[in-house]
């Protein structure tokens, strides 16, 4: 699996939740608060990308490639490759139950954008 796939996901669940409206409905804010409510429940609630014993989200079947098992023939860098890999899966997988207090999210936040908006030319925004 990989972000493609994620992707396909995730659109599928916006188009069954928009489908319906029209272009030319008018929606309130609180409508468009719901719809994003029904979407994102849709999303965290798929069983092809939620772990029913965990609130968040399992990104790692997408953001890394799958487990193999170590063979005998594999060069030493490859070994570590695929430790690497392995120890990097767990960390995802365990980041749900990390507890980071929102007064020390912001500023870490606030530097990312920054960074991430302010040098130019930047080819993320472009």
Same mark, same amino acid.
């Given at each position: 699996?990989?972000?493609?796939?994620?992707?396909?996901?995730?659109?599928?669940?916006?188009?069954?939740?928009?489908?319906?409206?029209?272009?030319?409905?008018?929606?309130?804010?609180?409508?468009?608060?719901?719809?994003?409510?029904?979407?994102?429940?849709?999303?965290?609630?798929? +069983? *092809?990308? /939620?772990?029913?014993?965990?609130? @968040?989200?399992?990104?790692?079947? #997408?953001?890394?490639? +799958? *487990?193999? /098992?170590?063979?005998?023939?594999? @060069?030493?860098?490859?070994?570590? #490759?695929?430790?690497?890999?392995?120890?990097?899966?767990?960390?995802?997988?365990?980041f749900h139950e990390i507890g980071i207090p929102l007064a020390k999210l912001v500023p870490v936040v606030?530097?990312?954008?920054?960074?991430?908006?302010?040098?130019?030319?930047?080819?993320?925004?472009?």
């Amino acid at each position: 699996m990989g972000i493609k796939e994620l992707s396909a996901l995730i659109h599928s669940a916006v188009e069954r939740e928009i489908g319906s409206y029209s272009l030319k409905e008018k929606l309130s804010v609180h409508n468009i608060q719901a719809i994003t409510d029904q979407i994102r429940h849709r999303i965290e609630s798929s +069983p *092809e990308i /939620s772990d029913l014993t965990s609130p @968040t989200i399992v990104l790692s079947k #997408y953001m890394l490639p +799958p *487990e193999v /098992s170590p063979k005998v023939t594999d @060069t030493p860098a490859e070994q570590m #490759y695929q430790k690497l890999l392995s120890e990097t899966r767990d960390v995802i997988d365990s980041f749900h139950e990390i507890g980071i207090p929102l007064a020390k999210l912001v500023p870490v936040v606030n530097g990312l954008i920054f960074k991430l908006c302010s040098d130019a030319p930047n080819p993320l925004i472009q």
